[in-house]
């Protein structure tokens, strides 16, 4: 049988980079075979393309092609990429309907392939192993600096989120009790600069310090005991948004 689960519905209108984060950030968790359904389309009825993503994971994922799944790509690796075509993969009597993919396309063709009613290869012509990248700041660790993107916040505590696994700030030679000099960018503009302290948990500095910790990801983050980074320093997040850190 068929089972369906809500991952969320809680990403920002038009916000293809948050639906590319989310994604990825719960894609590894699902066994291989799994069919993905992902709808910010702010172009929906336009000339972008539909598309069916199989990844070397085993995963498929069932999107426009307009960014979002630039970072499952990147995780999973591209197997195959294919066009779905909306001539016999479209849910019949919607032709005259130019703004319900979602309903119409996308989960029409995420059902019938879930469900075995089509073959991967019957979803439509496959197209070059690439799809439609969003440009952003990956995590890199050069002449000592550690180079990264604040690709979400954690909004209801304001916490600031980076995609710096804590694997690469061990390997620049820091650890746990270092002041770590912190400087966010948003595209070229310096919004923030400042010394933190990495510690293992928020309660290791008084109550309205910053600080620096590992998420749930366990990748780099900054936060205000008891307060907010996002608020008081106006840090937000997105591909445009990016971090260097340094002794």
């Avoid at 591209?78 to 119409?104: C, H, L, M």
């Avoid at 980076?162 to 070229?188: E, H, R």
């Amino acid at each position: 049988s068929l089972r369906l689960y809500d991952i969320t519905h809680e990403i920002p209108a038009y916000n293809i980079w948050e639906a590319a984060y989310r994604l990825n950030q719960a894609a590894p968790y699902w066994p291989k075979g799994t069919v993905f359904v992902s709808v910010v389309d702010p172009g929906v009825g336009t000339e972008r393309k539909s598309v069916v993503l199989k990844t070397k994971s085993g995963h498929y994922f069932v999107s426009p092609d307009n960014g979002t799944l630039t970072l499952v790509a990147k995780s999973l690796g591209i197997a195959e990429v294919r066009e779905i075509n909306e001539a016999v993969n479209r849910r019949k009597g919607s032709g005259k309907s130019y703004t319900f993919f979602g309903r119409d396309v996308y989960a029409y063709t995420a059902a019938r392939l879930a469900s075995g009613k089509i073959s991967f290869n019957e979803v439509g012509n496959r197209l070059p192993d690439s799809v439609v990248k969003i440009n952003y700041q990956q995590a890199v660790l050069e002449n000592g600096s550690i180079k990264g993107n604040i690709p979400v916040l954690d909004v209801q505590y304001g916490n600031v989120w980076t995609n710096i696994p804590d694997s690469l700030v061990f390997k620049a030679g820091w650890k746990y009790g270092d002041s770590l000099m912190v400087q966010v960018f948003q595209k070229d503009s310096s919004v923030y600069i400042g010394s933190v302290p990495l510690v293992k948990t928020f309660g290791e500095v008084p109550e309205g310090s910053t600080l620096g910790y590992f998420n749930s990801l366990m990748n780099f983050s900054l936060a205000i005991n008891m307060g907010s980074f996002s608020d008081k320093y106006q840090v937000h997040s997105g591909p445009e948004w990016s971090i260097v850190i340094r002794l």
